[in-house]
């Protein structure tokens, strides 16, 4: 849990170092680290590539006996350091908007958390959620945020499914 608070608080520090620089060094520095992202749907595993805010799709596998992860993944980073993600589609979570003062919107992730049980129907310790900016309405000094959440129980069922395919912990 610490070591997560630590990772999450240096990401948030280089984010905001690398929003501080002008605009023509920004293209030097890379924003985050890159991310194969894993999509499970009826018994396939989809998966993708991101770096640089580009997306490269690298294929769709059945979950058999014949799935190697290690070799698929090997294959589609190219022996890069990247994140592991899994992905849902709209069906798979809760999909809501909230609006927020302005003042949040670089730590709109972690205001969520702390206010999960009030805007949504789950509390933090029951279901995994995501944030992000939609809309900034800067004359009345709002965000809206889209909020994705699902409950563990539902997440935990996929990632032991991918456990038993050879995928290491998300």
Known sequence: MIIEKLKHFISWWGEGLYRGLPSSFRSL????????????ANERLALS?????????????????????????????R??????????????????QHTFPEGVQDNIKQVVGYQLDRITPFSLDNAYFDAKVAKHDKAN????????????????????????LGVPDI
């Open 29 to 40: 520095f890379r924003v985050s680290q890159p991310s194969l992202t894993l999509y499970m």
């Open 49 to 77: 590539w991101q770096q640089d805010g580009k997306r490269r799709e690298c294929g769709e596998y059945v979950l058999d006996s014949t799935f190697d992860f290690a070799r698929i993944a090997k294959k589609a980073a």
């Open 79 to 96: 022996s890069r350091n990247y994140q592991l993600k899994l992905e849902l589609d709209e069906k798979q979570a809760l999909h809501l």
């Open 141 to 164: 000094k709002m965000v809206v945020a889209d909020i994705y959440v699902s409950p563990k129980t539902h997440i935990e069922q996929y990632l032991a499914k991918l456990r038993t």
